[in-house]
């Protein structure tokens, strides 16, 4: 069965960085719509970064020059990079995985059939 897992959440300084990882079992990351979430208690998850199945990126306005979506085949494993962090940033952050899509526009979560379990990413100021 598809599995999604994050790594790499933790905590950070304003002004640090991070890398999160999902890596995923029994699906193909290089080749499929994937995308970073994250939610803050008592609000709606948001949709950060996505990357089409062809390869073209997106990312939410809050996080542009500051984070980045990418894909390993080797591995199999989406990544974000975060710089620039502030506390605004944190939150539980999702990988999540659809089908087929274009990187052009951020997705709503409804769009997307796998999810892994989380990771929490918390900035200190």
């Known amino acids: 069965r598809v599995q999604l897992v994050e790594s790499g959440g933790g905590s950070a300084q304003a002004g640090g960085s991070l890398r999160l990882s999902c890596a995923a079992s029994?699906?193909?990351?290089?080749?499929?719509?994937m995308a970073w979430f994250r939610q803050v208690p008592g609000k709606e998850r948001e949709g950060v970064a996505l990357?089409?199945?062809?390869?073209?990126?997106t990312v939410a306005d809050s996080v542009k020059g500051r984070f980045t979506i990418s894909r390993e085949s080797a591995k199999n494993t989406l990544y974000l990079e975060m710089t620039s962090l502030n506390p605004e940033d944190t939150a539980v952050y999702y990988c999540?995985?659809?089908?087929?899509?274009?990187?052009?526009?951020?997705?709503?979560?409804?769009?997307?059939?796998?999810w892994g379990q989380g990771t929490q990413v918390t900035v200190s100021s």
């Open positions: 029994d699906y193909t990351v290089s080749t499929s719509c």
């Open positions: 999540a995985a659809a089908g087929l899509c274009s990187g052009g526009s951020l997705l709503p979560d409804s769009r997307f059939a796998y």
């Open positions: 990357i089409g199945h062809r390869g073209d990126r």
